[in-house]
């Protein structure tokens, strides 16, 4: 079945450090793998994505990296700031035009300063 | 560009009633899907509209329906609640089509609450 698992469940940096969530995914057609950050009280919000043609991306302090071989994918947080805290969120979908996230439990992610 | 819009933003609903939430996606965007988020499950696919039409369907109970009408919003209903069925309603707006990956972006959520 598809299924998406997520580690840690809860993750406590000080400021500056980074900080790393791994997810893994079972169903091997998925190919699109987003990052979602929610703070609280508000809307899911879209952080980094990656495809399954990319092994790496980065955008500033974050980056995601896959390894498609082993079904597993990686959000890193580098220079970490009391803002950053949050719980995120891992997903993959198929491309086959049906737009169905499978997400990951969540991390809930605390940056002390 | 307005962002995803539900309506309402909260509701209180007794055990056996029926509700109906909706979702006004971005403008030209075409798929809007559900989700259910609570503590203790996550955040759950309960299904997506495409044009008006059902593509994909969760593994929730038949009182759970939606629908999608010409201009692309969608409601959600909920029939016989229970208390089970308490939790953050999340509607999702992509504007793909088929065989492309695209973003989805999400609303505010409905928080309905079963007492």
């Known amino acids: 079945g598809e299924n998406v698992e997520q580690h840690p469940s809860t993750l406590s940096v000080q400021e500056g450090d980074s900080a790393v969530i791994k997810c893994t995914y079972s169903?091997?057609?998925?190919?699109?793998f987003p990052w979602y950050k929610q703070e609280l009280g508000k809307r899911p919000q879209l952080i980094i994505d990656?495809?399954?043609?990319?092994g790496e991306k980065k955008d500033q302090r974050i980056a995601v990296t896959l390894n498609k071989t082993a079904k597993h994918f990686s959000l890193h947080i580098t220079e970490t700031q009391p803002e950053d805290s949050a719980v995120y969120f891992c997903?993959?979908?198929?491309?086959?035009?049906?737009?169905?996230?499978?997400f990951g439990a969540g991390t809930r992610l605390a940056v002390h300063p | 560009k307005a962002g995803v819009t539900q309506t309402p933003r909260y509701l209180i609903k007794t055990r056996g009633q029926q509700v109906t939430l909706s979702c006004s996606p971005i403008?030209?965007?075409?798929?809007v899907s559900w989700y259910q988020q609570t503590p203790g499950q996550g955040l759950q696919f309960l299904f997506e509209?495409?044009?008006?039409?059902?593509?994909n369907k969760g593994n929730f109970p038949g009182r759970f329906s939606g629908r999608q009408f010409s201009n692309s919003r969608s409601e959600m209903n909920v029939s016989t609640l229970e208390l089970g069925d308490s939790a953050l309603y999340l509607c999702?707006?992509?504007?793909?089509?088929?065989?492309?990956?695209?973003?989805?972006?999400f609303g505010q959520g409905t928080r309905l609450t079963v007492v």
């Open positions: 990656i495809r399954s043609n990319v």
């Open positions: 403008s030209g965007h075409r798929s």
């Open positions: 509209y495409f044009s008006e039409t059902q593509r």
């Open positions: 999702a707006s992509s504007p793909a089509g088929t065989g492309t990956v695209v973003e989805a972006f």
């Open positions: 997903a993959a979908k198929r491309t086959s035009g049906y737009n169905k996230l499978i």
């Open positions: 169903d091997s057609a998925s190919n699109y």
